[in-house]
């Protein structure tokens, strides 16, 4: 007869560990042993087992000989003000009108993923990094930081796996690698909206439904406010025309004093310059304008000639063209593309 007093103990396949990601089985190797709960008995090792499980192949459409094929949908925002980049995608099952009976069994299984794990993989002068794990995603979006300044990779490539226990690149766990993106300068560029189907009639509207119209309903709002009076266009040397939020342009205002009630004759000649507190991505537009601080006779003879403009610095000289006492400053208006 059983002992009564024996306590039992259940281990649903839930409370189990993800599964092992290797690149081509998504096998997970699984051993164990039964501990008591004051942990002073505990069983014998379990026989050796081996799981695998379903990979993403048929899932997605996932081609590990293309990646980038994958049939996710996805948007990607990069923030250059905040510096943060926002990845948002929806499992494509759940886009299916009128399912199958196998249809509608993918939908479950991929409407009920609850965590999902991000990579992301920086490039810097056309040298790519290893992929790097950052992070659990308890929903279909993630955003993270990324770093700036000089040094700082130029472009980012996201990638979304099934979680495993081994973090690694595994295109067996894998939904989605994304286009590279440019985190320096994100200009017109259209974001890659997905088209949201119409529900059935009697459909239920579940989370992710609802989380499509919400984004559709942003990315009109986006577009309606950038209107072309919002944008200004830069000609500098060193790129091309460009089109940008005037929001997105950075303007630099600066002074410097030339002379202070000085003496000065038409053979006068003061060189000055100004650095730039952050850099530019390219030699940005200057403006310089004499100011007659004084208002004197010789402070209305004045000329100022730009010499030399880099990213980080402009160099000038005033020249007089008639003599006496003054004092005069140089205003600088600085435009240009942020670095």
């Known amino acids: 007869m059983a002992d009564a007093g024996i306590k039992q103990t259940i281990i649903k396949s839930s409370d189990l560990p993800p599964t092992l990601g290797d690149n081509e089985t998504l096998t997970y190797t699984l051993r164990y ?5 004051d942990k002073n008995r505990f069983s014998h090792w379990s026989p050796i087992k081996q799981i695998t499980i379903n990979n993403t192949f048929d899932e997605t459409g996932f081609d590990p000989n293309n ?3 994958t049939s996710i949908p996805y948007n990607i925002d990069v923030d250059n003000q905040s510096h943060i980049v926002h990845i948002s995608w929806t499992m494509p099952s759940l886009l299916i009108v009128n399912p199958t009976e196998e249809e509608k069994l993918l939908q479950a299984q991929q409407a009920a993923i609850t ?3 991000v990579y992301v993989q920086w490039e810097t002068d056309n ?31 996201v990638r979304i796996q099934k979680v495993t226990i081994v973090k690694g690149p595994f295109d067996a766990a894998t939904y989605l690698i994304s286009a590279s993106e440019n985190l320096n300068w994100y200009n017109n560029k259209r974001r890659k909206m997905s088209k949201i189907p119409l529900p059935e009639r009697g459909q239920p509207l579940d989370v992710t439904y609802i989380y499509q119209l919400a984004e559709a309903i942003n990315d009109v709002a986006t577009e309606v406010s950038s209107t072309t009076s919002n944008y200004a266009t830069v000609d500098t040397t060193g790129s091309d025309k460009a089109n940008v939020k005037t929001s997105e342009l950075r303007v630099v205002a600066g002074r410097v004093e030339i002379f202070n009630n000085t003496t000065v004759t038409p053979t006068t000649e003061k060189d000055f310059f100004y650095n730039f507190t952050t850099n530019f991505k390219y030699a940005p537009i200057v ?18 000639i730009l010499k030399n403009i880099t990213t980080s610095r402009v160099e000038g ?7 006496g006492d003054l004092s005069v400053w140089v205003n600088l208006i ?6």
């Open 33 to 37: 042993r039964i501990l008591s709960e």
């Open 67 to 69: 990646p980038t094929t």
């Open 115 to 117: 965590e999902f794990d």
């Open 127 to 157: 040298v790519l990094g290893d992929w790097i794990w950052v992070g659990k995603s308890p929903s279909t979006s993630y955003s993270l930081s990324y770093p700036h300044g000089s040094g700082a990779p130029d472009h980012i490539k």
């Open 287 to 304: 403006t310089a304008t004499p100011v007659n601080v004084g208002n004197t006779p010789a402070g209305k003879n004045v000329s100022v």
């Open 317 to 323: 000289s005033v020249k007089f063209g008639a003599s």
């Open 334 to 339: 600085i435009v240009g593309i942020p670095n």
